[in-house]
C-alpha cells in the first residue's frame, strides 16, 4: 500500500471516530424521505415471484389461489411426464393503490419419475437462469434495472406430502441443493389428511431431520423490534400446516372458505384447523420485502461473486494493488487464448494419433486382404493343375476308347466280310 492510501485510510477513519450529532434550529425537510421512497416505490410498482416445488396433485395452483384471493390459468398436470418442468405464469394484481408484478413458478412432474435422482437440476438451472439474466443486464454499457423484469425467485414454497412420518429422500435431497440459492419455506400440504396430534409429532420430526440434514431454511427476521415478536413466534410453527380452497361455504352467518367432508368442514382461515393464515401474514403482510432483499443481498450475491471469480475478477484489499479492469480483461484474455491453443494442439494432436491409428488398421487389413489373395490365387492354381490332369486323363481315356473303337469296327467289317463271301463259295460250288 502506497503512502498516499495509507494517509487516506487513516483520514477516513479519523472522520468516522470524530462524527458528531448537531441538532437542528428549525426544520429542514429531509424527514420526508420515507415518503418520497413511498410515493416512489408505489408509482414504480413491485414484482414478487414465488417458486412452488411439489409433487404432481398435491395443491400447488389451489394454494396460489387462496393466498391471493383470486383463481389463475394453471393446466392441470398428469403424472406421466419424462422429466420435470417449470413453467412461470406472470400476473398484473393490483390491491388498493399498490401494482403488484406476481410470477408463480410451478414444477410440473416432480417427483413422477421412476428415477428421481436429477429432478433437482431443471429447479437449479431455472433459478440460475434468472440470476444470470439479471447480472447480464447489470453488466451491460447502457444497462436500464429501472425497467427490467426481476425474474429472480422470492421464496420457494416447498410442499411435503404427509404420507409418511419423516421426510423423503427426494426432499431432503432437494431442499439441500437449493437452500443456497433460494429462500424455502417448508409447507405440510393437505394438513386436513392427519390428525392435530400426529401433525405436531410430523412438524418436530421434519424440522429435526432438517437441522440434522444442514439443510438451511428461511427464518422469519428477527432485527427489527416492529416484528421481532410475531416473527419470533412464527419461527416456532414451522413448517406451516396448510390446506387450500376455493370453495365457499357457509358457517353460521357468513360464507368463508373452507373443504367439505360428510363428517363436518375444514376451514380454510380458521386457525384451529390449519396455518394457512399464518403463512399468508408471514409470506404477504410482514416479510415479503425481506424476502425480496434476502434474494438480492444473499443469493443473488453469491451467484455474482462466484461467476465474476470464474471471470477474473477480484476485490482489492488494504494490502492489495488497485482493481484494474483492462488488466484483468487482458489477464483473461491472454489465459483464454493460451487455453484456446492448448485445446487446439490437443485436437491436432488427437487428429493425427487418429490417422495414425486408421493407416495402421488400413495397413493391417491390406495385408490380410493380400494374404487372403495369395491364399485364393494358389487354391486357384491348384484347383486349375488339377482340372487339368483330370482333362489329360480324359483325353488319354477319349483316345483309348476311340482305338478300341476302331479294332472293334474293323474286326466288325472283316466278320461281315468273311460271311458274305462264304454263302457266294457255297453257290459257286452247287454250280460247278
Not at 422429466?83 to 401494482?99: G, I, M
Request: hydrophobic share 35%; aromatic share 8%.
Amino acid at each position: 500500500m502506497t503512502s498516499f492510501a495509507k494517509n487516506a485510510f487513516k483520514l477516513e477513519s479519523r472522520m468516522h471516530e470524530e462524527k458528531r450529532n448537531l441538532e437542528l434550529g428549525g426544520h429542514v425537510g429531509f424527514d420526508s424521505l420515507p415518503d418520497q421512497l413511498v410515493s416512489k416505490s408505489v408509482a414504480q410498482g413491485f414484482c414478487f415471484n414465488i417458486l412452488c416445488v411439489g409433487e404432481t396433485g398435491i395443491g400447488k395452483s389451489t394454494l396460489m389461489n387462496t393466498l391471493f384471493n383470486t383463481t389463475f390459468e394453471n393446466e392441470e398436470a398428469s403424472h406421466y411426464q419424462s422429466e420435470v418442468q417449470l413453467r412461470p405464469q406472470t400476473y398484473d394484481l393490483q390491491e388498493s393503490n399498490v401494482n403488484l408484478k406476481l410470477t408463480t413458478v410451478h414444477t410440473v412432474g416432480f417427483g413422477d419419475q421412476i428415477n428421481k435422482e436429477e429432478s433437482y437440476k431443471p429447479i437449479l438451472e431455472y433459478i440460475d437462469a434468472q440470476f444470470e439474466r439479471f447480472l447480464e443486464e447489470e453488466l451491460k454499457i447502457k444497462r436500464s434495472l429501472f425497467n427490467c423484469h426481476d425474474t429472480r425467485i422470492h421464496i420457494c414454497l416447498y410442499f411435503i406430502a404427509p404420507t409418511g412420518h419423516s421426510l423423503k429422500s427426494l426432499d431432503l435431497v432437494t431442499m439441500k441443493k437449493l437452500d443456497s440459492k433460494v429462500n424455502i419455506i417448508p409447507i405440510i400440504a393437505k394438513a386436513d389428511t392427519v390428525s392435530k396430534s400426529e401433525l405436531d409429532k410430523l412438524k418436530i420430526k421434519i424440522m429435526s431431520e432438517l437441522v440434522s440434514n444442514g439443510v438451511q431454511i428461511y427464518q422469519f427476521p428477527t432485527e427489527d423490534e416492529a416484528v421481532a415478536e410475531i416473527n419470533t413466534s412464527m419461527n416456532t410453527h414451522l413448517p406451516f400446516a396448510v390446506i387450500g380452497s376455493v370453495e365457499e361455504i357457509k358457517v353460521g352467518n357468513k360464507m368463508v372458505k373452507a373443504r367439505l367432508y360428510p363428517w363436518g368442514s375444514v376451514q380454510v382461515e380458521n386457525e384451529n384447523h390449519c396455518d394457512f393464515v399464518k403463512l399468508r401474514e408471514m409470506l404477504l403482510r410482514v416479510n415479503m420485502e425481506d424476502l425480496r432483499e434476502q434474494t438480492h443481498t444473499r443469493h443473488y450475491e453469491l451467484y455474482r461473486r462466484c461467476k465474476l471469480e470464474e471471470m477474473g475478477f477480484k476485490d482489492t484489499g488494504l494490502d492489495s494493488h488497485s482493481f484494474s479492469l483492462q488488466e484483468t480483461y487482458e489477464a483473461k484474455r491472454k489465459e483464454f487464448l493460451v487455453d484456446l491453443q492448448r485445446k487446439e494442439d490437443e485436437m491436432r494432436q488427437m487428429f493425427v494419433n487418429k490417422v495414425k491409428e486408421t493407416e495402421a488398421e488400413l495397413k493391417e487389413k491390406e495385408k490380410e486382404l493380400h494374404e487372403r489373395f495369395e491364399q485364393l490365387k494358389r487354391m486357384h492354381q491348384e484347383e486349375k493343375k488339377n482340372l487339368e490332369e483330370k482333362r489329360r486323363e480324359l483325353e488319354e481315356e477319349m483316345n483309348a476308347f476311340n482305338r478300341r473303337r476302331v479294332a472293334a469296327e474293323t474286326l466288325m467289317g472283316q466278320a461281315l466280310q468273311g460271311c458274305s463271301q462264304q454263302p457266294f463259295k457255297k453257290d459257286k460250288d452247287k454250280k460247278k
